[in-house]
């Protein structure tokens, strides 16, 4: 079965630090890796996915990701944090046969805050 | 262009009532999915649809009746309502030719007295 593990519940980092969440995952097979966002009170938007090819994935919002799969890990990072990215994220993974419904498991959330 | 919308936003039930949460999507998305969001436990998947007329069990059914009697809606049921389904509700849809792009909506917030 596939599982996701983010091992941060809460973070908070300073405005203009560098952030990296961390997200594990268990999975049998070559896995799809989502990292998505989701701001108070609104549903969840993806910031970027990772399904083959080059290992270091870009997204909106200047977000990033590397795809380790020595490590079974999909880390997200930024460079400089902004008061605006304060939200919870989540890291799902999924089957490289995606045509089946039942597709992603999420793990449970790291919900970041930005200190002035 | 809406995207995906849930209505009710905000409902309070008392044990053993029964209610309906409507999912409603905009783009001819063919799958749609219902999760249940709560704290610590990330999203959980409850029922899930492939197309129209078909409906399937997902991570946590019990409890929770679906259907999709229009490839445009999904409907969730709550039969009887218990403590236990206190709990924030999203729906999210996909095409088939994207693997793994959910589109969420805001969230259905239920509490169960």
């Known amino acids: 079965a596939q599982s996701v593990t983010q091992p941060d519940i809460h973070i908070t980092v300073s405005e203009g630090a560098s952030l990296e969440l961390r997200c594990n995952y268990s999975y049998g097979a070559t896995p799809y890796l989502f990292w998505y966002v989701q701001s108070p009170g609104q549903g969840l938007q993806l910031l970027l996915k990772y399904f083959s090819g080059d290992t270091l994935v870009q997204g909106i919002k200047g977000f990033e990701a590397e795809f380790k799969r020595s490590q079974s890990s999909f880390n997200l990072r930024k460079p400089s944090v902004h008061w605006s990215d304060a939200a919870e994220y989540f890291c799902a993974v999924g089957p490289l046969n995606n045509n089946a419904g039942n597709m992603l498991t999420f793990g449970g959330g790291t919900r970041l805050m930005v200190k002035p | 262009n809406a995207g995906v919308t849930q209505t009710p936003k905000f409902r309070v039930l008392k044990t053993g009532q029964s209610m309906t949460l409507l999912c409603a999507q905009d783009?001819?998305?063919?799958?749609m999915y219902w999760y249940r969001q709560d704290p610590g436990m990330g999203l959980r998947l409850i029922h899930y649809?492939?197309?129209?007329?078909?409906?399937a069990k997902g991570e946590v059914p019990d409890g929770y009746n679906v259907s999709r009697l229009k490839k445009q809606n999904f409907l969730l049921g709550l039969e009887s309502a218990a403590p236990s389904q206190t709990s924030v509700y999203f729906c999210?849809?996909?095409?088939?030719?994207?693997?793994?792009?959910?589109?969420f909506g805001e969230g259905s917030r239920l509490t169960v007295l």
């Open positions: 999210a849809s996909r095409s088939s030719g994207t693997a793994g792009e959910l589109f």
């Open positions: 783009m001819n998305h063919e799958y």
């Open positions: 649809s492939v197309g129209e007329g078909t409906t």
